[in-house]
C-alpha cells in the first residue's frame, strides 16, 4: 500500500493549497481517507476526514470554513483544498487511509505559511 502527497509548498497568509493524496494497493473506495497534520513540538491532530460512502465529512474546528475535503474514487485520490491560509496553519500534512485495523499513512508534505 502507498500513500503519496503531494502539492505542499510555501504560501502567503491568505493563500491557498491543494493536497492530493494518491493511494495504491488498496481497494480505495472501502477506506475512510482522512488529512492529518503536524506542527513542529505539537501532537499530530485531524485535520479533516471524508467517507466511504456519501461523502460525509468532518472538519476540526480551527479549519471550519476554509478547508474542503473531497475524494475520486476513479482516481484513488483524496484532496484538501485550503483556502484562507493563516501561519498556525504550517505543519506537516499526512494523508491516512482507514478500514476497521487496517490504518496506512502517507510521508507527509510540508506546508508553510509564512510573509
Known amino acids: 500500500v502507498q500513500l503519496v502527497e503531494s502539492g505542499g509548498g510555501l504560501v502567503q497568509p491568505g493563500g491557498s493549497l491543494r493536497l492530493s493524496c494518491a493511494a495504491s494497493g488498496l481497494t480505495f473506495s472501502a477506506y475512510d481517507m482522512r488529512w492529518y497534520r503536524q506542527a513542529p513540538g505539537k501532537a499530530r491532530e485531524l485535520v479533516a476526514s471524508i467517507k466511504i460512502a456519501g461523502g460525509v465529512t468532518n472538519y476540526a474546528d480551527s479549519v471550519q470554513g476554509r478547508f474542503s475535503i473531497s475524494r475520486d474514487n476513479a482516481k484513488k485520490t483524496v484532496y484538501l483544498q485550503m483556502n484562507s491560509l493563516k501561519p498556525e496553519d504550517t505543519a506537516v500534512y499526512y494523508c491516512?487511509?482507514?478500514?476497521?485495523?487496517?490504518?496506512?499513512w502517507g510521508q507527509g508534505t510540508q506546508v508553510t505559511v509564512s510573509s
Open positions: 491516512n487511509a482507514n478500514f476497521y485495523t487496517r490504518d496506512y
